[in-house]
């Protein structure tokens, strides 16, 4: 794989991770439209939403490039937890996720503009939050407005007390892991 580096993705976390490598990148966000009307996660739907991510991308790349797909997925019980729906979803999705530990998946695919070769990878992390109140719940949404993240929170910027613990790659959970993403490229 050669040429430059393109993200199919406008994710502010994603472009600031790719940003500490010092890697040279272009930001083409991706036309493509999720499909959120599954809800049972398997890592081939997960895999598959950052390939068409990327895929989507490549008719507009008119020179070798590499480009990157991602898609990251909170998990509660076998459940996708998306991008909540207002409010009152994020209300939800938190309170699911209070006093329990879920996953966070993060699929990262590359294809290469030429040959449309592309590699993969999905790195899942962990991560347990306190019990919290309903206070703590609205204080959260009202203050950090989590209405374009996944599960409806980013743990970069959760408060002191509401989460009990994490494991695995901290990258991952905040939308891509760059050792991932370096192996890949």
Known sequence: MAGKIILA??????????????????IIPS????????TVFSYDFVENLAFNKAN???????????????????????????????????????KKLSGKTHMVVTSIVVIDSITGKYKKNSTTSYVTFE?????????YIDKFKPFDKAGSYGIQEMPEGYIKSFGGDLENIIGL?????????
Do not use: W
């Open 31 to 38: 036309p493509y439209i999720e499909d959120h009307t599954t």
């Open 131 to 139: 019990n919290l109140s309903d206070g703590q719940i609205n204080y």
């Open 177 to 185: 892991s760059s050792k991932a993403l370096l192996e890949l490229l």
């Open 56 to 94: 989507a991308v490549l008719p507009l790349i008119k020179e070798p490039a590499q480009i990157i797909g991602a898609d990251t997925v909170v998990v509660l019980d076998n459940e996708i937890l998306g991008k909540p729906d207002g409010f009152d979803g994020a209300f939800e999705m938190l």
């Open 9 to 26: 993705s406008s994710s502010p976390r994603r472009c600031d991770i790719l940003k500490k490598l010092n890697l040279k990148f272009e």
